[in-house]
């Protein structure tokens, strides 16, 4: 399995992995927060969610986190969902996370993940960059990828 880098525009990191599954099985994974910990390859979620146990439109859910050795916990808003293909949220920080699935095959689905933060201010945005988020996040988003393709493998 290979992580590739996508190209998405400005101040988007975005990486891309083939992933044997259906792509209803992979919305399953991500469209239940519950389950993002399982899926998180940078080490900052924790296990414990509080939200339902399939994101819609709209829907909040809570995450405890941590980075920098701090614990904290974040409440998330799903700004869109397409049944099957896409999932995505606002972070409390303005950015968005984006999970896109599009399926190749009934068993394979190309899956890319998103860190989009041309929502934020360029004050913000210079400071996520500053902070180094943007690497940071590149690195999680690839373990992550790296983790569902594995995940699906073995199943």
Do not use: C
Not at 4 to 18: I, N
Not at 43 to 67: C, D, E, I, N, Y
Not at 95 to 107: K, Q, S, Y
Not at 135 to 141: M, T
């Amino acid at each position: 399995m290979t992580v590739e880098q996508v190209e998405q525009g400005p101040r988007r990191v975005a990486r891309t992995v083939e992933v044997p599954a259906s792509a209803d099985d992979v919305f399953a994974l991500v469209a239940d927060p519950h389950r993002h910990g399982e899926l998180d390859g940078s080490g900052t979620v924790r296990g414990t969610v509080s939200g339902p146990q399939r994101l819609s439109q709209g829907a909040q859910f809570s995450v405890a986190m941590k980075q920098f050795g701090v614990p904290y916990r974040i409440t998330s808003t799903v700004t869109r969902i397409e049944e099957g293909r896409l999932v995505e949220w606002r972070h409390p920080a303005g950015h968005r996370w984006r999970w896109e699935l599009t399926a190749l095959t009934p068993t394979s689905t190309r899956v890319t993940e998103t860190f989009d933060y041309s929502t934020v201010s360029a004050v913000q945005g210079k400071v996520f960059e500053l902070l180094g988020f943007p690497r940071q996040n590149a690195a999680g988003i690839e373990a992550t990828l790296r983790q569902l393709a594995s995940r699906f493998a073995r199943a």
